[in-house]
């Protein structure tokens, strides 16, 4: 009976799926880390502000399609905008999401995504004024003003809750994956630049994702 039963035990155990930690290193190419992309000073209301050099933004994304998993619920959340920038550089959200943007700036920011103008059209957003936008499509969003192009905001909304957002150092760390063959994407500074075919057989993943400074050109976006 004992035998059976531990029989029994291990067949369970073998056909459930192990799960395991994806981790490593995105490498970003020159034209993708912080520094300053804009030179000159922002007009305002009250005079000239001058551009100040790009701090770490947090807005490198890694995303792990193909493998099984359930979307994060749909839910709101509120990004603001004050000082001539944003609460947050990213956000990742499930299917469904609202995301409100809150105009705290003395100015209107003009603000839209140019690759989906159906989701967000370009418009603007005066002072004080909110506006909601809903992401029903899995897919990576870029909001941006035209007038100040460094105020921007990234939502990746993903269908499953494989996906890590990189630190300074551009360390992530995606825990439980199941079994299975998926892909990795890198989404940074407003664009996917990275794709790569990946395995998870029950064992922990450790890789070093390099983006190209092709694969950067390839999807570059005009920045003006």
């Known amino acids: 009976m004992l035998a059976a039963g531990l029989a029994c035990a291990a067949a369970l155990w073998g056909a459930v799926a192990v799960a395991a930690p994806v981790k490593g290193t995105v490498s970003l190419p020159s034209s993708l880390k912080g520094g300053r992309r804009h030179v000159g000073y922002w007009r305002l209301e009250n005079g000239n502000v001058p551009i100040q050099p790009a701090p770490y933004r947090g807005d490198t994304v890694v995303v792990l399609e193909g493998l099984k998993g359930s979307a994060p619920p749909a839910k709101t959340l509120t990004i603001e905008i004050a000082g001539m920038a944003v609460s947050t550089p990213v956000v990742v959200v499930g299917p469904g999401s609202v995301v409100e943007i809150k105009n705290n700036d003395r100015v209107a920011h003009v603000l839209g995504i140019a690759d989906s103008p159906n989701v967000m059209p370009v418009e603007r957003l005066m002072a004080n004024q909110l506006r909601r936008v809903r992401f029903n499509e899995p897919g990576g969003y870029f909001i941006r003003c035209e007038e100040y192009p460094h105020v ?73």
Do not use: C, Y
Request: charged share 30%; proline share 5%.
């Open 152 to 224: 921007s905001l990234s939502v990746i909304v993903v269908s499953s809750p494989h996906f890590a957002i990189a630190d300074e150092k551009g360390a992530f760390k995606i825990p439980d994956a199941p079994d299975g063959k998926g892909n990795l994407k890198v989404w940074s500074r407003g664009r996917w630049v990275h794709d790569e075919a990946i395995e998870v057989a029950g064992k922990a993943v450790d890789t070093v994702i390099k983006v190209s400074g092709s694969e950067a050109r390839e999807r570059e976006q005009p920045t003006e």
